[in-house]
């Protein structure tokens, strides 16, 4: 499986950028949640939005309301569209698909592919 993210760039603060994520490759069974993260430099890789195969939405804290996620019914194709974007948003952000381990948490089923590199200027 692969997992190809792309639309990052460099824009102003204030900007907006839209991400995409295609999921290919021979996937065994439906994915049921998918998810962006990202990662700055120096920093551990973040959970940003999570959106699963009923169209429900969770977001951090920091992009609630400036971030939106959406995908195909098969959660195959995943969007991110960020709009007022801030310095902090820089980072190589990531997509993949996700389950819950024991402890609630979200983990990456797949590996982990190259990300795309947003960087937001001041």
């Known amino acids: 499986v692969q997992l190809q993210a792309s639309g990052g760039g460099l824009v102003q603060a204030g900007g907006s950028l839209r991400l995409s994520c295609v999921v290919s490759?021979?996937?065994?069974?439906?994915?049921?949640?998918m998810a962006w993260y990202r990662q700055a430099p120096g920093k551990q890789r973040e959970l940003v939005a999570v959106?699963?195969?009923?169209?429900?939405?969770n977001y951090a804290d920091s992009v609630k309301g400036r971030f939106t996620i959406s995908g195909d019914n098969a959660l195959n194709t995943v969007y991110l569209q960020m709009n007022s974007l801030e310095p902090d948003d820089t980072a190589v952000y990531y997509c993949?698909?996700?389950?819950?381990?024991?402890?609630?948490?979200?983990?990456?089923?797949?590996?982990w592919g190259k990300g795309t590199q947003v960087t937001v200027s001041s």
């Open positions: 490759g021979s996937i065994f069974s439906s994915i049921n949640t």
């Open positions: 959106i699963n195969s009923g169209g429900s939405t």
């Open positions: 993949n698909a996700v389950r819950k381990n024991y402890g609630d948490t979200y983990y990456g089923i797949f590996n």
